[in-house]
């Protein structure tokens, strides 16, 4: 009987829009750097930027996240609690677009 080979598809991951990435950082986002093991697991997948933000009383703390697809960027918010899905914006959103939705967003949570 003949074995066959198992052959491993090589998932090429497309770079982030610079732009994008240059307005997150401005804001203080850092990646998350977890592409490597997600990847393979969710088809399109590009990178995961994250943020903290911490109400103005210093009591409550939140994790903005931004996980970067081909088809869409998607938001969700981390709290002690767990995650809260926002919403997802076309890959095609300006990135000064994506900023304002970002800065109001942490506006909300710092109160």
């Known amino acids: ?3 066959i080979k198992e052959v491993k598809k ?3 991951v497309k770079p982030v829009n610079q732009e994008v990435v240059e307005m997150l950082e401005s804001r203080g986002f850092k990646d998350t ?3 490597d093991a997600r990847t393979a697991e969710f088809k399109g997948y590009q990178a995961t930027y994250a943020v903290k933000v911490t109400s103005e009383g210093g009591d409550q703390t939140h994790l903005i996240l931004l996980s970067v697809f081909e088809d869409a960027y ?4 981390m709290d002690d609690v767990g995650i809260i899905k926002m919403c997802s914006f076309k890959p095609e959103t300006p990135a000064r677009v994506l900023g304002k939705y970002i800065d109001r967003l942490a506006e909300v949570l710092k109160i």
Do not use: D, N, P, S
């Open 1 to 3: 009987m003949k074995k």
């Open 10 to 12: 090589k998932t090429e």
């Open 33 to 35: 750097e977890i592409r």
């Open 74 to 77: 998607r938001f969700a918010i």
